[in-house]
């Protein structure tokens, strides 16, 4: 029987991640649309409805695992990392799968080894590669009707999607320096993709999640050796080839998901290392993984590759960085 | 005075030790007043066993009058855990029986029950030493051996057993006040009350074991305690005790813990403090070796902090051993009801009692009634690692809590769960919930009972092979014996045909001894004449249930050759 406890539980990890998450949103809506938000309650609907019959199936009491909110954060984080113009079923397809196979059938919450979230990102993007592919372009004029008209329906009735849509950043760099334009050229001959030190609205988006992260660290909700190796690799990889990909430590620091998943997936404590050491190295893992995948792989991005097979390598990691307890290093 | 006091400076120290917690205190309330001395009871039941190790053995008997600080229970061998027990009043010896008493798994044992009379008349030969540092160290072990105490901090460990240095020569006293549980007030307020004696108390220890080097350590959240040592230093004019004052940190009271937090040492993993030239001890024990050296007084009593939120008049009192709870409970306005705990020790690493209907013993440092706590449901664990961040030991117990959950005990001793001290740090910062602690019990428990075990078959194991080793030996050397015999025969009487005899004479011999065991089993088997059905099918039963039995210790063995 416990006397005294801490007022922490899940519910208050998960929800402090939630608000965490409110900046990057609000300036993803500011630079993209509201497609991003109705990618997020899509997702969410279909997490709880998921989570609950599989709870029922388990037979599981609901309300605590309901309760704990980290069915929500799986699919906040997933709607995050989709297009934003994104049809219902694809969120649909990649949440059950998160939910059902990346987490309930490896026993729940706590027994997944690997990370729910980019185990639907992994499968959508493997088996819909054009869907994933079709990004708003900064700056446009869709509506919040529009955008569920297309979510709902795959139509944007008198607008012409190729209009709308174009390439992300990182995939016109991959795509263009691919057919041996050099980086300087790509910034000239596409500027409506680049900001001011970044991909355009990607790089305020990055800030904004580095805020909220900043926030998470401060609240101690996150310890700082996952943010911090991340980072770090992403640094270091991209300064060391910077020579040769002419890609800029800033280019990749505020560029695609680097700090969403600085702070928040590769964050995930059931799936990561858990021993300090052994969190260090399992997120440089991920950074050198998502950097080599981003630069020289088949996808536009590497985070979600990179976190999976560091969670593979995570017990491995665990087991040889066990600290030193009391008195054994005397 | 305040120059002098000046003179003695509280150091402050720099090391720390990993992890550990800031809790709220709750100290306030049982340090309204002094120590009160609670009433003599009308009965006293007093176990024979307080701590870890062996019961004393009760040198008087059931009818026996007694006086205060007679002994009742002493112990065989001055080297075994065992420590001597006194009659804490006046009265007369009415049982010595088995009762509850206070512990992890509601145990019983062998307790002398006295009837007081009221009168707490001592006994008469008690001597007081007026100084105590005229005498020879071992004359000094002996007084304490004799006065039965104990460490009155926590497990209660024989304080002779810790006087003398085993491996290696003690250079450093070391004496916890740190008091580091929330709610436990009874060493601050001892403190405060009896610095001189605690301070004469540490000179006498010194004198024992030989040393000159102590360093108090205080937790900084009592500052009169502090005052109170540095007045009563002041006073002797000794330079090689310290006070050391260290930040309030749960749990800096633990004896490795504190070593550490004081000097900046770890005992190696699996040794003690003495294996580094350190011995600890606890400040009320301290206090209890002055008052039995200088005033013959033998471990009777000692104090209590008796609080929660649940007592209308918490305080710290001065408690008979023996004591019932419920008659010190009602000194401080308990009253019964389901929705409150009560506990011995602090909210953290004490024992929840069932009732109150338990004697406060030597290690009853607190008495704690709390109203009850919602327990929250248990969720899984998400492996945060806030349990490896807050660990003393630093260790992983997440790792832990899932290898004993996967039962997978080897892993579990790989993770070093014998360094656990079982604080409860991870229990309470856990977002899951889970009562950590809980599964490292039962992890220990169970690592315990298998060696146990394993230890068991491997003597039977060995006592069977001797065994058989000796039948072959006798065996070699009968024959051995015999060729010898028949050798001097055949060289005595020629070669004339000994082997026919001598079979011969085997022959009878062999048909002799089966005609009188026929004889003999002739003479049992009339027992199990004329048994009706019945009784012969419960006979064939229990003959059946005895081969089994045989035949599954073979197996086990051959399982363990294996």
């Not at chain 1, 009491?61 to 929500?72: E, H, L």
């Not at chain 1, 890609?247 to 290392?273: E, K, Q, R």
């Not at chain 2, 000159?212 to 305690?225: F, V």
Request: aromatic fraction near 8%; charged fraction near 20%; proline fraction near 6%.
């Amino acid at each position: 029987m416990m006397e005294m406890t801490a007022p922490g539980s899940i519910t208050r990890i998960m929800l402090h991640v939630l608000y965490a998450l409110i900046p990057g949103i609000i300036a993803y809506v500011i630079f993209f649309g509201w497609g991003v938000v109705i990618n997020i309650i899509i997702a969410v609907i279909t997490a709880l409805t998921v989570e609950v019959v599989m709870l029922l199936l388990r037979k599981r009491p609901i309300k605590p695992y309901i309760m704990d909110g980290s069915a929500v954060v799986t699919a906040v984080l997933l709607a995050l990392a989709l297009p934003n113009l994104a049809p219902w079923w694809l969120i649909f397809i990649g949440v059950s799968f998160a939910i059902i196979v990346g987490k309930h059938l490896y026993g729940g919450l706590g027994y997944n080894p690997f990370n729910p979230a980019m185990i639907g990102y992994a499968l959508l993007l493997i088996s819909f590669p054009l869907e994933m592919t079709i990004w708003l372009q900064p700056d446009n004029t869709l509506s919040f009707a529009q955008s569920l008209n297309y979510a709902l329906f795959s139509t944007l009735n008198n607008i012409d999607i190729d209009a709308m849509t174009m390439a992300t950043t990182l995939d016109t760099v991959k795509t263009q320096s691919g057919l041996g334009q050099s980086f300087a050229a790509i910034q000239a001959s596409a500027p409506a993709v680049f900001g001011q030190f970044a991909g355009k609205g990607w790089e305020w988006i990055n800030l904004a999640f580095l805020l909220g992260g900043l926030w998470l660290l401060y609240r101690r909700v996150i310890s700082w050796q996952i943010p911090v190796a991340f980072i770090g690799s992403i640094f270091i990889m991209s300064l060391l080839f910077y020579p040769f990909t002419e890609t800029s430590p800033i280019y990749h620091l505020f560029g695609g998901a680097t700090m969403l998943c600085a702070f928040f997936i590769a964050t995930d404590p059931v799936t990561a290392s858990t021993t300090p050491t052994g969190r260090l190295i399992y997120a440089a893992g991920i950074g050198v993984f998502a950097y080599i995948i981003r630069m020289w792989g088949g996808y536009p991005d590497g985070i979600a590759f990179g976190v999976l097979l560091m969670n593979m390598a995570a017990p491995t990691i665990d087991y040889y960085t066990r600290p030193k307890a009391f008195g054994e290093s005397t | 005075m305040q120059d002098k006091l000046n003179s003695i400076p509280v150091r402050k120290t720099q090391w720390k030790f990993h992890g550990g917690l800031k809790l709220a205190g709750h100290k306030k309330q049982s340090m309204q007043t002094g120590i009160a001395t609670a009433i003599v009871p009308e009965q006293l039941i007093i176990p024979l066993q307080q701590h870890i190790g062996r019961p004393a053995k009760p040198v008087i008997t059931i009818g026996d009058k007694v006086l205060k600080g007679q002994c009742i229970a002493t112990l065989k061998d001055p080297t075994s855990i065992t420590a001597a027990i006194h009659a804490p009043s006046s009265g007369e010896v009415i049982a010595i029986e088995t009762h509850a008493i206070p512990s992890m798994n509601r145990q019983t044992a062998n307790c002398i029950i006295i009837k007081t009379d009221g009168e707490d008349r001592w006994l008469p030969s008690i001597k007081p030493v007026d100084n105590p540092t005229s005498l020879s160290s071992d004359t000094l072990k002996q007084l304490i051996i004799e006065a039965g105490i104990v460490g009155l901090g926590g497990a209660g460990f024989p304080t002779h057993l810790k006087l003398t240095a085993e491996t290696k020569p003690l250079d450093t006293l070391i004496i916890n006040a740190a008091e580091c549980e929330p709610y436990i007030t009874c060493d601050a307020v001892l403190i405060e009350e009896q610095a001189d004696k605690i301070i004469q108390g540490i000179q006498i220890i010194l004198h024992t074991i030989g040393i000159q080097h102590c360093l108090i350590g205080i937790e900084d959240d009592k500052p009169q305690a502090i005052q109170a040592l540095q007045k009563a230093l002041a006073t002797i004019n000794n330079h090689t005790i310290q006070l050391i004052q260290i930040p309030t940190r749960y749990p800096a009271g633990g004896e490795k813990q504190l070593i550490q937090v004081l000097t900046g040492k770890e005992v190696p993993l699996n040794k003690l403090p003495h294996d580094i030239g350190i011995v600890c001890h606890n400040i009320a024990t301290v206090h209890a070796v002055t008052e039995a050296i200088k005033e013959g007084k033998p471990l009777i009593e000692r104090v209590v902090t008796v609080t929660g939120d649940k007592l209308q008049q918490p305080k710290n009192m001065r408690v008979l051993i023996g004591t019932p709870m419920q008659d010190v409970l009602n000194e401080c306005g308990y009253t019964e009801s389901n929705d409150q705990s009560l506990i011995m020790g602090g909210p953290m690493m004490g024992i929840h009692l069932d009732s109150a209907d338990y004697p406060v013993i030597k290690t009853t440092n607190c008495i704690l009634v709390r109203k009850k706590q919602k327990q929250p449901v248990a969720l899984p664990c998400i492996r945060c690692g806030e349990c490896a961040r807050v660990c003393p030991a630093n260790l992983l117990p997440q790792q832990l809590y899932w290898y004993t959950r996967a039962k997978d005990l080897d892993r579990v001793q790989d993770y070093q769960i014998f360094s656990c001290i079982e604080c409860g740090c991870c229990d309470y910062v856990c977002p899951s919930h889970i009562p950590l602690v809980q599964f490292y019990r039962y992890a220990k428990t169970e690592i315990w009972t298998q060696e146990a075990d394993r230890k068991k078959s491997d003597h039977a194991r060995e006592r069977h092979e001797y065994r058989q080793f000796r039948l072959e030996r006798k065996k070699a050397e009968d024959a051995e014996r015999k060729a010898k015999k028949k050798a001097l025969l055949n060289k005595k009487q020629g070669i004339k045909t000994p082997e026919q005899d001598s079979k011969k004479a085997a022959i009878e011999a062999a048909l002799k001894r089966v005609k009188e065991r026929q004889s003999e089993q002739a003479a049992i088997a009339k027992n199990t004449e004329g048994l009706t059905d019945e009784q012969q099918k419960k006979i064939d039963e229990v003959e059946q249930r005895r081969k089994n039995k045989l035949q599954k210790e073979k197996l086990n063995t051959k399982l363990e050759d294996n």
